[in-house]
């Protein structure tokens, strides 16, 4: 089973700051089949970014996504207000498909 | 328009079979590369994959829960299911339904809903 570790836990950060969100597996995910989600408290998550870096239907260009291998980012350019939620990085190129732990973004 | 939407017992009593149900719409789980899955989210936790199947029947779970879990399917209602036995409190979470897309990422989600395991 690969284990997705996130980092760092908490990010306290400003309205119009740049976010950067870590995603290390323990080992290779197969074809960069990554994906990052966002949930917000009482919401089903939802799909931001797939293969690493492709953006899901309908998702701002201040969300992208990068990484290869077992080292994955999520970037938020410029942090809107309605971005400061929880995010999860998921791979689903091995059986089982695995979440990390998430990474909170509050605001400041 | 993909919709997918779970039901099933808010409530069970510890050592109860719990089943869950998955309606969906917009797409058929008869359609080559297409899923569904099953996650679950304990109360202030993470999220955790339960099971999935495919459209030519291949199933595949969650390791450590395997032997508790049965997903099946009734393609005329556009329904599946998730059987998990042997229901503890730490079993206690939202079940969310979700599909796989031919990407093999999950793209939309039920609204889930919360299972509470208590006597």
């Known amino acids: 089973e690969i284990v997705l570790t996130q980092t760092p836990g908490t990010l306290s950060l400003s309205p119009g700051e740049r976010a950067t969100l870590s995603c290390r597996a323990s080992?290779?995910?197969?074809?960069?089949?990554l994906a990052w989600y966002q949930q917000k408290p009482g919401q089903a998550p939802r799909l931001l970014i797939y293969g690493a870096s492709s953006r899901a239907t309908g998702i701002p260009d201040r969300f992208s996504g990068s990484g290869s291998g077992t080292d994955f980012s999520l970037t938020i350019s410029r942090l809107e207000p309605e971005d400061f939620a929880v995010y999860y990085c998921?791979?689903?190129?091995?059986?089982?498909?695995?979440f990390g732990q998430g990474t909170k973004v509050e605001i400041k | 328009q993909i919709t997918l939407k779970e039901s099933g017992p808010t409530l069970v009593k510890p050592t109860q079979t719990l089943t869950l149900t998955c309606t969906f719409s917009?797409?058929?789980?008869?359609?080559?590369?297409?899923?569904m899955g099953w996650i679950r989210q304990p109360p202030g936790k993470a999220l955790e994959w339960l099971a999935l199947?495919?459209?030519?029947?291949?199933?595949r779970y969650r390791p450590s829960l395997k032997s508790r879990l049965t997903i099946t399917r009734d393609t005329s209602k556009n329904q599946v299911v998730l059987k998990m036995t042997n229901m503890d409190p730490a079993d206690t979470a939202t079940y969310y339904c979700a599909n796989v897309a031919p990407g093999h990422y999950s793209d939309y989600w039920g609204q889930g809903m919360l299972v509470t395991v208590s006597s």
């Open positions: 199947m495919y459209w030519n029947d291949d199933k």
């Open positions: 917009g797409f058929s789980l008869s359609t080559s590369g297409v899923g």
């Open positions: 080992q290779s995910v197969s074809s960069n089949y």
């Open positions: 998921q791979q689903y190129g091995s059986s089982p498909r695995t």
